[in-house]
């Protein structure tokens, strides 16, 4: 199984850039690098996700690193509606998340102080 | 666009009843998927229904079980309920599940057996 290593927990200041960090040393070249996270007493949320270059949405940015064996979430400015649990999945035909099936790890608890 | 609705939101049940849950995906979904949350076990990955058909499976016993109907639309099945079942359960949608796409959350039903 192609797994990844996030820190158990991390802590911002609001309006303050964060950057959450994900290892994949054992990702395949087919492997999307998934993000999800989950605010209180809610089902997961889609994040972002990417394959190889680095990408951008409304709600974030995913750095990609060149070997691809490592990626960072960032949230511009962090809000406290942005405090939740954030998953980093890796999906792919060697990863087994295929289809629709998530093997969720313990993710990384967001804290935003205000 | 509605998004995926799961019913009912709570339900309290007794040990050695069963129980069926509902998911109604996304319109124009295929993909369901279900999932349990615990606090001890985090996020698990139960089951992934496609066309009708269970496409991936997770590792729970055969109490667990599903089902999807010609409209997407897919129910989950607990029978002879154990305290062990008490928790989270989300079901996601998506378009086909291939690895590129994201994956939409309900908001789960909570389930309590005493």
């Known amino acids: 199984d192609a797994k990844t290593t996030q820190p158990n927990s991390m802590e911002s200041n609001e309006e303050e850039p964060v950057h959450l960090p994900c290892n994949h040393s054992?990702?395949?070249?087919?492997?999307?690098i998934h993000w999800y996270r989950q605010l209180p007493s809610q089902g997961p949320e889609y994040v972002i996700h990417?394959?190889?270059s680095n990408v951008n949405n409304r709600m974030a940015s995913l750095a990609i690193a060149e070997d691809r064996k490592s990626s960072t979430l960032i949230l511009h400015r962090a809000t406290l509606r942005d405090a939740a649990v954030y998953y980093c999945?890796?999906?792919?035909?060697?990863?087994?998340?295929?289809?629709?099936?998530?093997?969720f790890g313990q993710g990384t608890e967001l804290s935003v102080k205000p | 666009k509605a998004g995926v609705t799961q019913t009912p939101r709570y339900l309290i049940k007794t040990r050695g009843q069963q129980v069926t849950l509902s998911c109604s995906p996304i319109?124009?979904?295929?993909?369901v998927s279900w999932y349990q949350q615990t606090p001890g076990q985090g996020l698990q990955f139960l089951f992934e229904?496609?066309?009708?058909?269970?496409?991936n499976k997770g590792n729970f016993p055969g109490r667990f079980s599903g089902r999807q109907f010609s409209n997407s639309r897919s129910e989950m099945n607990v029978s002879t309920l154990e305290l062990g079942d008490s928790a989270l359960y989300l079901c996601?949608?998506?378009?086909?599940?291939?690895?590129?796409?994201?994956?939409?959350f309900g908001s789960g039903t909570q389930l309590s057996v005493l």
């Open positions: 319109s124009g979904h295929r993909s």
């Open positions: 054992t990702i395949s070249g087919t492997d999307y």
């Open positions: 999945i890796l999906r792919g035909v060697t990863s087994y998340n295929q289809g629709g099936k998530l093997i």
């Open positions: 229904y496609f066309s009708e058909t269970q496409r």
């Open positions: 996601a949608s998506s378009r086909t599940g291939t690895t590129n796409e994201k994956l939409f």
């Open positions: 990417g394959l190889t």
